[in-house]
């Protein structure tokens, strides 16, 4: 028996027995609250984004007439996979720092920071051995979203991000396989680049897939995060002028809850004024991956009918998937096995799934991963920028249970980059409500100084279109119609009226609002023709067409446009070109038969 137990059962009756023991509880009581609002407190000080806090100073500025160190002055965090000398890399997990020693040099990613003049002062949170794109880590908490506090940051870089947000430092370094920066650069409203994969120096950082993943990084500042790029990219500064073509994935724009008004129509007017962008063209991505990579069909559901561009995504994903379970298990099998006993039942259900994954079809995999690239290669080329939304919702509440739509819908996403090894940036445009809006450019393997460049030429105006966007109450009527879609019902009503010229004001405000949308234009365009305004007629066709090349009804005008201009071999061309789409379709069959009259 105890001393304590002893004192009590000799002193129960004494009342100051008592009044000891209630101070002594009380105590005890008080300690634990001071203890929690400390660590509160030092959590909400640095937002729960760093695990360790230290001063790593640049190296010397080398003497004249060398260049100057372009990072001079700016601080940056790094994630828990970089190595830094005489700490230990803790992976995001408690487990794996307990059983691993200090490092013996620094990642080579930050001595070149260093090198360039940055200062690194801490190491940052990230989910638990890479995997995730929550950044949730229920050993260390989870960084708080500087944006939305009660929702998750993103991972699985996800204290690099939220050091970033919250001004902490001035950019981070992360890792990214699956989204890890691409997602909390999204959901923490910040700049985040991927950069071509292989094309930094992963030396010194510790690998969740070493095929898949790359080091990126965040920044709030465009300029910034150029910067960082041509440091561990050893890229020239000169600026080459070179002609752009954005290409909208519409499908994938499809996927996301943010209206097109607040990301596509953004873009489309930030470039408007641009020298060197050529017109936007539109695509499905989804069906282009279908057709061009041939060794995605084996993983596809066998459903006897043909697949959706999200079913083709999702395939994707879930190959990715695949290789990284593959790769994880191949570079960490061994300790895991020595750990078992210690890992215990908090060991990380993404760990214990990538240790049991067998893979028979490791080859045809990786066929897929080549072909992927290919693909990409031949559609973005030397000019092409592909762009897509980052995310496809808004970031979930933070512990909720079931998250399996959330991360299918947004690796579909993230597979595009990972799997073609292109560099992707993720840019910030403000908010829809109080949840952040992001877009991505993609660009084509090795075109990371192409890429950034971009982002320096557009970012400014990009920031002026989306707080035009966010000034623009959305108009909605009693089912919740976006306001482009009220606005081409009401030219719609104008139409069948005989109102002409209200209609071709009503089709105005809905491309305003989303000019992304092939309908408005073909719209106002028949509207045109009824004005006799032939000239505007076809220029709207024309763009309808640019935006959907199987859009039946825009060749007919334009055709129709063309005819009454006297331009009767293009008209000709135009109704053709209906036909092959709709044989059947009268009045390109009469139309093509009378201009056929004409012309001979």
């Known amino acids: 028996?105890?001393?304590?137990?002893?004192?009590?059962?000799?002193?129960?009756?004494?009342?100051?027995?008592?009044?000891?023991?209630?101070?002594?509880?009380?105590?005890?009581?008080?300690?634990?609250?001071?203890?929690?609002?400390?660590?509160?407190?030092?959590?909400?000080?640095?937002?729960?984004?760093?695990?360790?806090?230290?001063?790593?100073?640049?190296?010397?500025?080398?003497?004249?007439?060398?260049?100057?160190?372009?990072?001079?002055?700016?601080?940056?965090?790094?994630?828990?996979?970089?190595?830094?000398?005489?700490?230990?890399?803790?992976?995001?997990?408690?487990?794996?720092?307990?059983?691993?020693?200090?490092?013996?040099?620094?990642?080579?990613?930050?001595?070149?920071?260093?090198?360039?003049?940055?200062?690194?002062?801490?190491?940052?949170?990230?989910?638990?051995?890479?995997?995730?794109?929550?950044?949730?880590?229920?050993?260390?908490?989870?960084?708080?979203?500087?944006?939305?506090?009660?929702n998750v940051p993103g991972g699985c870089s996800s204290g690099s991000a939220v050091s970033v947000a919250a001004e902490l430092v001035d950019f981070a370094l992360g890792i990214d396989t699956t989204g890890g920066v691409r997602v909390p650069a999204s959901f923490c409203g910040i700049l985040g680049f991927r950069p071509s994969q292989g094309t930094v120096s992963s030396v010194g950082v510790l690998p969740n897939s070493q095929s898949l993943e790359t080091v990126g990084w965040f920044s709030r500042d465009a300029s910034v995060l150029c910067q960082v790029g041509h440091a561990l990219l050893n890229l020239s500064a000169v600026t080459h002028k070179r002609q752009r073509t954005l290409i909208f994935a519409d499908d994938l724009f499809e996927l996301s809850d943010i209206p097109k008004q607040k990301s596509v129509h953004v873009v489309r007017k930030a470039i408007e004024n641009l020298s060197g962008y050529q017109a936007p063209k539109h695509m499905n991505v989804g069906q282009h991956v279908a057709s061009n990579v041939p060794s995605l069909a084996e993983f596809?559901?066998?459903?006897?009918?043909?697949?959706?561009?999200?079913?083709?995504?999702?395939?994707?994903?879930?190959?990715?998937?695949?290789?990284?379970?593959?790769?994880?298990?191949?570079?960490?099998?061994?300790?895991?096995?020595?750990?078992?006993?210690?890992?215990?039942?908090r060991f990380s259900n993404d760990v214990v799934t990538a240790l049991k994954s067998r893979n028979e079809n490791i080859k045809s995999l990786y066929r897929v991963k080549t072909e992927m690239r290919a693909t990409i290669q031949s559609l973005l080329k030397e000019d092409g920028i592909l762009v897509i939304p980052t995310v496809a919702d808004s970031p979930p509440k933070l512990n909720t249970k079931n998250k399996n739509e959330f991360l299918d819908r947004n690796y579909a996403l993230a597979s595009i980059a990972s799997m073609s090894g292109c560099c992707q940036v993720t840019i910030p445009l403000g908010k829809h409500g109080d949840s952040p809006v992001s877009v991505s450019f993609l660009a084509y393997y090795g075109g990371d100084k192409f890429l950034l460049d971009t982002i320096l030429d557009v970012y400014a105006s990009l920031q002026d279109q989306a707080d035009i966007a966010s000034s623009l109450a959305p108009v909605t009527d009693s089912n919740g119609m976006e306001a482009s879609e009220v606005m081409k019902e009401k030219g719609n009503?104008?139409?069948?009226?005989?109102?002409?010229?209200?209609?071709?004001?009503?089709?105005?405000?809905?491309?305003?609002?989303?000019?992304?949308?092939?309908?408005?234009?073909?719209?106002?365009?028949?509207?045109?023709?009824?004005?006799?305004?032939?000239?505007?007629?076809?220029?709207?066709?024309?763009?309808?067409?640019?935006?959907?090349?199987?859009?039946?009804?825009?060749?007919?005008?334009?055709?129709?446009?063309?005819?009454?201009?006297?331009?009767?071999?293009?008209?000709?061309?135009?109704?053709?070109?209906?036909?092959?789409?709709?044989?059947?379709?009268?009045?390109?069959?009469?139309?093509?038969?009378?201009?056929?009259?004409?012309?001979?």
């Open 1 to 150: 028996m105890s001393k304590s137990l002893t004192f009590i059962q000799t002193n129960a009756s004494n009342p100051k027995t008592w009044v000891v023991i209630g101070v002594t509880v009380a105590g005890i009581v008080i300690l634990a609250e001071t203890r929690k609002r400390r660590i509160k407190a030092l959590r909400e000080e640095h937002f729960g984004a760093f695990l360790d806090r230290f001063e790593l100073l640049p190296f010397p500025p080398p003497p004249p007439p060398a260049a100057k160190q372009t990072l001079s002055g700016l601080t940056f965090s790094i994630s828990d996979a970089f190595d830094i000398k005489d700490y230990i890399t803790g992976f995001g997990s408690p487990q794996w720092k307990k059983t691993h020693e200090a490092a013996e040099k620094t990642a080579v990613v930050v001595t070149t920071l260093l090198r360039n003049g940055a200062t690194c002062v801490a190491k940052t949170v990230m989910d638990e051995m890479g995997f995730g794109i929550t950044g949730e880590n229920k050993h260390y908490g989870t960084p708080i979203n500087p944006l939305m506090p009660s």
């Open 300 to 345: 596809c559901e066998k459903s006897g009918k043909p697949l959706d561009s999200a079913s083709t995504l999702k395939a994707l994903a879930s190959v990715m998937l695949s290789i990284q379970r593959h790769e994880f298990k191949t570079n960490h099998e061994e300790w895991s096995q020595t750990c078992k006993s210690f890992l215990g039942p």
């Open 493 to 600: 009503a104008a139409y069948k009226g005989k109102q002409w010229n209200k209609a071709v004001s009503c089709y105005t405000e809905a491309i305003k609002l989303n000019g992304a949308n092939a309908t408005y234009f073909c719209n106002r365009a028949a509207a045109y023709l009824e004005l006799a305004r032939f000239q505007q007629a076809e220029e709207d066709c024309t763009e309808a067409i640019s935006i959907d090349k199987k859009n039946v009804k825009a060749y007919l005008r334009r055709g129709t446009a063309r005819e009454s201009l006297i331009r009767y071999k293009e008209a000709a061309a135009d109704f053709r070109h209906a036909l092959v789409l709709e044989p059947q379709n009268k009045t390109a069959k009469n139309a093509e038969k009378r201009l056929r009259k004409l012309m001979s």
